[in-house]
């Protein structure tokens, strides 16, 4: 399991940052905008209730909700924001864990939508529509 930073934040000008992203099991994950964070073993069947905070700039954002994990699969999360400017939460099957071929993006799961604080007002913008899927 890795996560993908596919946020900026802007206040008003947009920069690179510290993302950290954790779930309710215990698992963190750390990445700078535009890039993975390293493989994590994840023995839990299911991952939930994430938050992922900007780190240094005191934001925080939960996404609340779960994603099923399949021992023997690879996966990644991802960071990234929706059509309306929401902070999502995707999880991305990168195929089987045996494998020694190149990953490929194969399946996407449902997203999990942040829930942002009223009167937050820093947004947030992505570096690169599709890096994650290289």
Known sequence: MRAFNDLLICNPDCVSFTGRLTASEGYTWEAVSGN???YQAVTSPTLSNFSAEAVGYG????????????????YAFV????????PVLLQIDEGSVNSTVAQQLLTSSP??????KAGATARFATPSASAFLQ
Do not use: L
């Not at 934001?59 to 690879?74: D, E, H, L």
């Not at 997203?111 to 942002?116: D, E, H, K, N, V």
């Open 79 to 86: 960071i990234t924001i929706d059509g309306a400017g929401n």
């Open 111 to 116: 997203s999990i939508i942040g829930q942002r």
């Open 59 to 74: 934001i925080v954002i939960p996404f609340p909700g779960s994603f099923n994990i399949t021992a023997g699969r690879r």
């Open 36 to 38: 993975y964070s390293p």
